[in-house]
């Protein structure tokens, strides 16, 4: 695990990962202060950016992206009333009664601390339920993914009996 994470290392500063990294995060913040669009259309709009590059830069990227665009829907949800994306809707409830208070600059240091620790606390995990969860998740194949993909899928109404 330890040698995942140096080689990991090893590709931010080498490869120009950091590069893409803070372009992405800069974009990320970017799609997350627009109300309405969020991660899904981020990607999709900026996959043609990704053509040609480096399939470890083009990760951490994507990862840039991913990983700003909450922390940028929080400023619109704090200073405007109007969450970026779905998942700062909650931050409307504590952030904007602040802003009208005077305290924007708080909620908004606020937002971003839980963006970042929430961030490192998930990564964190991440990292520790990974080693027990690989033989797990390297079992499943293309039968298996049938299996789970028809099993919920193709649920029929029992029909009653008769008296």
């Known amino acids: 695990m330890l040698e995942a994470l140096a080689i ?7 490869a120009g990962g950091f590069v893409y990294l ?3 995060t800069l974009i990320g913040l970017l799609f997350g202060v627009i109300p309405g669009l969020g991660g899904p259309t981020a990607l999709a709009l ?11 830069a083009a990760m951490f990227f994507a990862g840039g992206i991913m990983g700003a665009i909450p922390a940028g829907g929080s ?7 109007t969450p970026g994306t779905a998942p700062n809707a ?12 005077g305290k924007a600059g708080m909620a908004l240091g606020a937002a971003a601390a839980a963006s970042a620790i929430g961030g490192l606390f998930g990564i964190s995990i991440l990292f520790l339920i990974l080693p027990v969860a690989r033989n797990v998740i390297l ?13 919920g899928s193709a649920r029929l109404p029992r029909r009653r009996k008769e008296n």
């Not at 909650?90 to 208070?101: C, E, F, I, R």
């Open 90 to 101: 909650a931050t409307v409830y504590d952030g904007y009664p602040m802003t009208k208070n």
């Open 22 to 24: 803070t372009l992405g």
């Open 75 to 81: 400023v619109t949800a704090i200073l405007l009333n």
């Open 139 to 151: 079992s499943f194949a293309p039968p298996e993914f049938l299996c789970s993909a028809c099993s």
């Open 46 to 56: 900026l996959i043609p950016l990704t053509f040609g590059v480096d399939t470890t």
């Open 8 to 14: 990991s290392f090893d590709n931010l500063l080498l």
